[in-house]
């Protein structure tokens, strides 16, 4: 696998190729991040990563230095997952100048859930996607679905925006006890770790329940309790629709969604149903 800093070393790089497939990611990698990569791997003639940690998705409150910056360990994993290319440029290089410009995501998707817990955050992630697809040009592009709502804004953005990128999702990868992988996992301690699980099972649960015929406000608000009775701080536990993350109407495909904190550590998962 080649290492490139530079958009000129990357372009140059990347001239010899017709159909790049492309992770993008914030590095501190882990299996999830891998298998997004062997993904890609099935779709393109050549398989480009990159890690950059984006200021402009951390807001104020959020520590965007205390995030972690493993490079050599991230790289070391790429290659043995067969990627071919990392573009890894520092925050100089892609933002050469102060991002005045950025992309506005539809409020009606990007709003809610993680937009309301977290405003700005799908801005920052839009703007910093929509130049590194500027960078990489990339024929398709893989993210994973652990962070749904984010698959979903991408897609609007580049069907919105007539991007020749096909967007595809890959599955969320969890651990034996069925816990997704995050990199947040690691500021878990060893009894907070034993303990997240418990997110997926509420999940699970609330699909349960509302597959059984439970009213959904119902079968949601006896979900939040059961984890604030465990010492969680929940954001927020929802079945929406898949396509737009809104309400379900009866017949249309579901999607139980989750965000809630665990002493210090902000965890988020989906089940499908």
Request: proline fraction near 7%.
């Amino acid at each position: 696998m080649e290492t490139v800093h530079t958009l000129a070393a990357l372009r140059e790089r990347l001239s010899r190729h017709r159909r790049p497939a492309f992770v993008p990611t914030m590095g501190n990698l882990h299996e999830g991040h891998l298998a997004l990569v062997r993904e890609a791997r099935r779709h393109g003639d050549v398989t480009v990563a990159s890690i950059f940690v984006n200021r402009l998705q951390f807001l104020p409150h959020e520590d965007f230095d205390a995030y972690p910056r493993t490079l050599q360990a991230d790289a070391d994993q790429l290659a043995a997952a067969g990627c071919d290319l990392l573009f890894a440029p520092n925050e100089r290089e892609l933002y050469p100048e102060p991002q005045a410009w950025t992309v506005q995501p539809d409020p009606a998707l990007a709003g809610i859930l993680e937009g309301e817990f977290r405003p700005g955050f799908f801005t920052g992630v839009c703007t910093v996607v929509m130049k590194l697809f500027q960078c990489v040009q990339p024929a398709v592009a893989v993210f994973g679905k652990k962070d749904y709502q984010q698959l979903l804004v991408i897609q609007g953005m580049v069907r919105q925006f007539a991007m020749p990128v096909q967007v595809v999702a890959g599955e969320t990868q969890r651990a034996a006890d069925g816990l997704a992988l995050s990199s947040r996992n690691g500021y878990l301690s060893a009894a907070e770790r034993a303990e997240a699980v418990q997110l997926s099972f509420a999940l699970r649960q609330l699909a349960q329940r509302v597959q059984a015929g439970a009213p959904r406000e119902e079968a949601e608000a006896a979900a939040v309790q059961a984890l604030r009775e465990r010492g969680w701080q929940p954001d927020y536990l929802t079945v929406r629709h898949r396509q737009d993350l809104l309400p379900p109407a009866p017949g249309q495909p579901r999607v139980a969604l989750g965000a809630a904190r665990l002493g210090a550590t902000r965890l988020i998962d989906n089940l499908e149903f």
